[in-house]
């Protein structure tokens, strides 16, 4: 079972880049990154996958090295709405790969 | 569309009491997942159901712990003589599970369910 390791807390200034990393030391050929952002009283987001390299999309970039036993997103310039929990997944299909942990708590300040 | 929808959103019950929760996937997803969160914590992996294949159910915390997903369509949790320690958040997704990686899940906003 891949399970990630992540920062529990960070705290970045409004307008600043942010990223967290992931680590991700029994990834599994068949196993994808995915990270999910959760809202207070709210279910999870998806937010961005890869396998490798790199992938961006509308809302961040997902940084991912030749090793793949890490992971790194990328948020551009944060505001207060990004204040959030960011969990960090490795798996392939079947949800007995899949383990959310206790996520990455964001705070963005003013 | 309509997302993931479940029912209902609020639920307290006495302990000992049996309790179900609804879960009503987007239309087409073979993939559902039933999570458990307990405040400030992370999703607890309950069970997966995939088509029509046999559900995992590995991530079941005890026996009183059960689902079926009908027609593979909508799923029911069903707790059987509830505990305090079950008062949690329990999260449905859905997705539609690609070949070869796991899809992008799609959420519920949760039932919150408070055992006295």
């Known amino acids: 079972l891949a399970k990630t390791t992540q920062p529990i807390s960070m705290d970045s200034y409004e307008g600043q880049e942010v990223n967290i990393t992931c680590s991700h030391n029994?990834?599994?050929?068949?196993?994808?990154i995915t990270w999910y952002q959760q809202f207070p009283s709210q279910g999870p987001r998806f937010i961005i996958q890869?396998?490798?390299t790199k992938v961006t999309n509308e809302v961040a970039s997902l940084f991912i090295p030749a090793d793949r036993k890490s992971s790194t997103l990328s948020l551009p310039r944060v505001s207060l709405s990004d204040t959030a929990v960011y969990y960090c997944l490795v798996g392939a299909a079947g949800a007995n790969n899949l383990f959310f942990g206790t996520g990455t708590r964001l705070t963005v300040i003013p | 569309g309509a997302g993931v929808s479940q029912s209902p959103s609020n639920k307290v019950t006495e302990k000992g009491k049996d309790v179900e929760l609804r879960c009503d996937p987007i239309s087409g997803h073979t993939a559902l997942y039933w999570y458990r969160q307990s405040l400030g914590q992370g999703l607890e992996f309950l069970i997966y159901f995939q088509g029509n294949s046999a559900p995992d159910k590995s991530g079941l915390p005890s026996d009183r712990f059960s689902a079926e997903r009908t027609g593979g369509s909508v799923s029911t949790l069903t707790i059987q003589r509830t505990q305090q320690e079950d008062s949690a958040v329990y999260l449905c997704?859905?997705?539609?599970?690609?070949?070869?990686?796991?899809?992008?899940?799609?959420f519920g906003p949760g039932t919150r369910l408070t055992v006295t």
């Open positions: 997704a859905s997705s539609l599970a690609a070949s070869g990686r796991a899809g992008e899940q799609y």
């Open positions: 029994n990834i599994a050929t068949n196993d994808y």
């Open positions: 890869g396998y490798k």
